[in-house]
């Protein structure tokens, strides 16, 4: 069974830094993409960074920002954030899409709260 858990969420003035971490444990056969996704208070959940086969992307908003990176040894991925503003406050979670078996599987974390304040 696999397991993302985050960590590293907290509270932060604005124009602070966090960085958050996503362990993976299981089996996940051939990983296709990971990334990281926010919601907001009263927002739809949003894709933030990911890294796939085609390169690294970000939201518009967090680019200069934000960096994603994975070790592949430690089955972890990260999101350092710097320049921290109030509108970065969400909850954030890790998803990982991986393929095995002619079927696509996608895992979620549990979630780690980032607050931002002005």
């Known amino acids: 069974q696999v397991q993302l858990v985050e960590s590293w969420g907290g509270l932060v003035q604005a124009g602070g830094s966090l960085r958050l971490s996503c362990a993976a444990s299981?089996?996940?056969?051939?990983?296709?993409?990971v990334g990281w996704y926010r919601q907001g208070p009263g927002k739809q959940r949003e894709v933030v960074a990911a890294i796939n086969s085609g390169g690294t992307n970000y939201a518009d908003s967090v680019k200069g920002r934000f960096t994603i990176s994975r070790d592949g040894a430690k089955n972890t991925v990260y999101l350092q954030m710097n320049s921290l503003k109030p509108e970065d406050t969400a909850v954030y979670y890790c998803?990982?899409?991986?393929?095995?078996?002619?079927?696509?599987?996608?895992?979620w974390g549990q979630g780690t709260q980032v607050t931002v304040s002005s």
């Open positions: 998803n990982i899409v991986s393929r095995g078996f002619g079927r696509e599987y996608d895992f």
């Open positions: 299981g089996t996940m056969f051939v990983i296709n993409s």
